[in-house]
């Protein structure tokens, strides 16, 4: 798919495109997590560690500015963006700083590690004039990231995370001496490790990626100084010459009467809370996001109403790590709104060795009703699927194993996938994830908000048509009468 980053292709020779140049981003400087993680080693703490979910939410691959080996900077003039915040972040300097820099990094990114220094050794030398906020955004192709990142949520729970957040940075997100420092720092061992693996943690993890992605964050490390974006890791004259200009705006409004405590605020009056980004050009045979695609709904049991205005048919691979930032936001989306329902539809890659089987498993847990928990129970596992008993996992979730065991084995499901399969390729989908939102294509982990915003546009166009008197368990299949059934065979869609 043209610029659809965030997305595993199917075709080894459209890697690039799905994810952008990998190779030429690697130079440049921000990490988005193309490269694959060593094997983890043993450690006491590392029992814990393998279970630890893999974190989604979320999110593309962007352009990224290089500013890498120069001491000047061009300082931003464009949008400012308010990122949303709970109040808990880890933060150096006082709350009423005239300068907020919020930053979004992943504990195995080189360019975040080496981002660290000048930050600090900066932001120290304006003594209260800065503060400095840390939200995680571990990246998909970084194994060691998401566990990482909960170790230093762990941390900071005892007031300890700036220690561990530099010797995490320090040791490249590497976890095998864990214990060791947990003992150094005079931590509580049975506290860390529970609040590592617990509910509070996935819960801020997740907030974190999908305050990135609403942003159009899609590597790391990125910065929001007062609300202008800067992407990359830079140097401490660099960071000099960014917060210099933003204290002289903050100055200008304490000189006119703001108390320093509201500053931020002020600043951020009119900021986006969003970045929406317009869709690319399509190529020949490629889905065009403008035009209406008849999208069948597959054997999967839908998540939400069978009369829902907005139906969301997604394609997904259960090895895909940017499938599994797209698995909560499904929920969500259906948690949200009544009249929005999601459908699962399979495509998986064949370089994904258990993709298939995992796909199978899904299915014949939906023959007990249990399709949407496996579904969860399978990109949660994700890291360890390779090796992943289906039988196991079906016991878990309460099935009769001889049952599963037998539907598993069941050829009518390979012919589910097959459809699948062939309605992707129908359609031009040649990577995962990808959406349809009543017809309308998304492509890639986009942020939430992508999605939301289509949404909004396709419940409108729903609306119009119960007000004209189409039931609303009709809607879809009225939708998909005059929509198209393949994409244009030459580029700009028709």
Not at 111 to 138: F, N, Q, T, W
Not at 417 to 446: C, H, K, M, Y
Request: with cysteine; glycine share 8%.
């Amino acid at each position: 798919m043209a610029d659809a980053p965030d997305q595993e292709a199917a075709d080894p020779h459209a890697a690039r495109d799905s994810h952008g140049d990998a190779a030429e981003l690697a130079k440049s400087g921000p990490d988005t997590g193309g490269k694959a993680a060593s094997a983890r080693k043993s450690s006491p703490i590392g029992g814990v560690i393998g279970f630890i979910l893999a974190l989604g939410a979320g999110f593309f691959i962007g352009q990224w500015l290089n500013n890498r080996g120069k001491d000047d900077v061009e300082i931003a003039a464009g949008p400012r963006y308010r990122v949303a915040l709970r109040g808990n972040e880890p933060s150096k300097g006082p709350e009423d700083a005239l300068v907020t820099v919020i930053e979004f990094a992943d504990y195995q990114c080189p360019y975040c590690a080496r981002a660290a220094g000048p930050l600090d050794e900066v932001a120290a030398s304006y003594d209260d004039e800065v503060r400095v906020l840390y939200k995680h955004y571990p990246l998909p192709g970084h194994a060691k990231a998401g566990p990482a990142a909960r170790a230093a949520w762990a941390a900071l729970q005892q007031g300890k995370f700036w220690e561990l957040h530099a010797w995490l940075f320090g040791k490249n997100a590497e976890l095998d001496q864990l214990d060791a420092k947990v003992a150094e720092l005079g931590l509580d061992r049975a506290r860390f490790l529970a609040d590592m693996v617990g509910e509070d943690a996935t819960r801020e993890l997740d907030e974190d990626l999908l305050a990135g992605g609403r942003l159009g964050v899609s590597g790391t490390p990125v910065f929001f100084v007062n609300g202008h974006r800067y992407v990359g890791a830079m140097s401490a004259s660099q960071w000099r010459g960014i917060i210099a200009a933003e204290l002289d705006e903050a100055e200008r409004l304490v000189d006119a009467g703001t108390a320093p405590a509201q500053v931020y605020d002020a600043i951020l009056r009119d900021a986006l809370e969003t970045e929406v980004r317009a869709p690319a050009e399509p190529r020949a045979g490629e889905p065009d996001p403008r035009q209406v695609y008849r999208v069948e709904l597959g054997d999967a049991p839908p998540l939400g109403p069978a009369d829902a205005l907005v139906t969301v048919v997604v394609f997904s691979d259960f090895q895909c790590p940017y499938c599994a930032r797209v698995a909560p936001i499904v929920h969500q989306l259906v948690a949200q709104a009544p009249d929005v329902r999601v459908v699962l539809r399979n495509l998986p890659l064949a370089k994904h060795a258990r993709a298939r089987d995992a796909a199978r498993a899904a299915l014949a847990a939906g023959r007990q009703g249990k399709y949407w928990e496996m579904h969860d129970k399978l990109f949660a596992v994700q890291d360890r699927l390779a090796d992943a008993d289906m039988t196991e996992l079906a016991g878990e979730l309460g099935l009769d194993r001889d049952r599963f065991a037998a539907d598993f084995a069941d050829s009518t499901l390979e012919q589910t996938l097959e459809r699948d399969v062939a309605d992707a390729a129908r359609l031009g989908v040649t990577g995962t994830p990808a959406a349809f939102v009543n017809g309308r294509f998304i492509s890639g982990a986009q942020p939430i908000a992508s999605f939301e915003a289509l949404i909004a546009n396709a419940r409108d166009g729903a609306k119009a048509l119960v007000d004209a008197g189409t039931p609303p368990d009709r809607v879809y299949e009225t939708l998909m009468q005059t929509a198209l059934a393949t994409p244009a065979a030459t580029a700009g869609g028709s």
